[in-house]
């Protein structure tokens, strides 16, 4: 009977619990963490593409993000027309252009 006496002693002595302030700060540091790893990287990644899409110029040599590669042959607003093959041209949006690759890449290919 006295382990039953003990046990309420020791449920009486009050618990240091957490502070309030700690779930705050621990949201804050995952906060933080997610935006440095995950959403800059991802704003720099687009503002350089979008960067990419409008400095296109006829005769520039692109990869479009489905993987065709061409040479451009005009540019509009928001499409461009892409030439991959001698008189086979096709039209495609300017954001599906993938990579800008180096003059002369496609004629070493």
């Known amino acids: 009977m006295d382990f039953l006496i003990a046990s309420a002693h020791a449920q009486a002595a009050p618990a240091a619990g957490p502070s309030a302030m700690q779930p705050l700060i621990m949201m804050l540091i995952f906060i933080a963490v997610f935006y440095f790893l995950l959403i800059r990287p991802q704003m720099k990644?687009?503002?350089?593409?979008?960067?990419?899409?409008?400095?296109?110029?006829?005769?520039?040599?692109?990869?479009?993000?489905?993987?065709?590669?061409?040479?451009?042959t005009d540019v509009g607003d928001a499409f461009v027309t892409i030439e991959i093959a001698d008189n086979v041209a096709i039209k495609v949006?300017?954001?599906?252009?993938?990579?800008?690759?180096?003059?002369?890449t496609l004629k070493a290919g």
């Not at 692109?62 to 993987?67: A, K």
């Not at 949006?93 to 002369?104: E, F, T």
């Open 45 to 72: 990644r687009a503002k350089e593409h979008r960067a990419m899409v409008s400095q296109l110029a006829k005769g520039d040599e692109v990869i479009t993000s489905g993987g065709i590669a061409g040479r451009i």
């Open 93 to 104: 949006q300017k954001h599906a252009v993938g990579n800008v690759l180096p003059k002369g």
